[in-house]
């Protein structure tokens, strides 16, 4: 527990609720306001999905929805084909959010993550792009869902910002896409 200093730990509460004056927190390996038969099942939880309710310092937490977590990761270069000219990242939020405009009006859009990269080969260094498609717990998207949906966002990027290849890893596959 000592290696996990200032990390609030589950909470599990009989009634299913966290109120301030039951508010138990780990810091450094010591709990507080916690007694040793709390103690137990605080920290045996501690890794685990079990608990239902969450404390941090501000307050209570409560899970809205769980579901198993997917994503795609696509990689794109911030070079126009293989030239000098490059984009910024303001260009790329621009374009996928003009991408994620196309959902449904009544949808939340399929989020995605945008993390700059640097690809190294040799002598050939280029800033760049993973951009996530993920999982949204509160949408209802399966995998081939958003595998599709990062597939044509993979398009659109490839062709507004004219790369020669983008590639996707899905779970623990590698694929490569190239202009026609």
Request: hydrophobic share 40%; aromatic share 10%.
């Amino acid at each position: 527990m000592g290696s996990r200093s200032r990390a609030a730990v589950p909470i599990f509460a009989a009634n299913n609720r966290v109120g301030d004056a039951q508010a138990r927190i780990a810091y450094d390996g010591g709990l507080k306001n916690v007694d040793a038969a709390m103690a137990a099942p605080l920290l045996d939880g501690y890794d685990s999905w079990g608990p239902r309710f969450y404390c941090d310092k501000g307050g209570n937490m409560q899970v809205l929805k769980r579901t198993k977590a997917f994503e795609v990761r696509l990689y794109m270069g911030s070079r126009k084909g293989y030239g000098e000219e490059q984009y910024a990242s303001h260009h790329v939020v621009r374009a996928i959010s003009e991408f994620q405009r196309t959902t449904e009006r009544d949808e939340s859009p399929i989020p995605v993550r945008l993390t700059p990269t640097t690809f190294v080969s040799k002598d050939y260094v280029e800033e760049g792009w993973e951009i996530a498609v993920v999982r949204y717990p509160l949408r209802e998207d399966s995998d081939d869902d958003i595998i599709q949906w990062a597939g044509e966002l993979a398009a659109v990027l490839m062709k507004r910002f004219q790369q020669e290849q983008m590639s996707a890893v899905i779970r623990d596959e590698l694929i490569v896409f190239s202009r026609e």
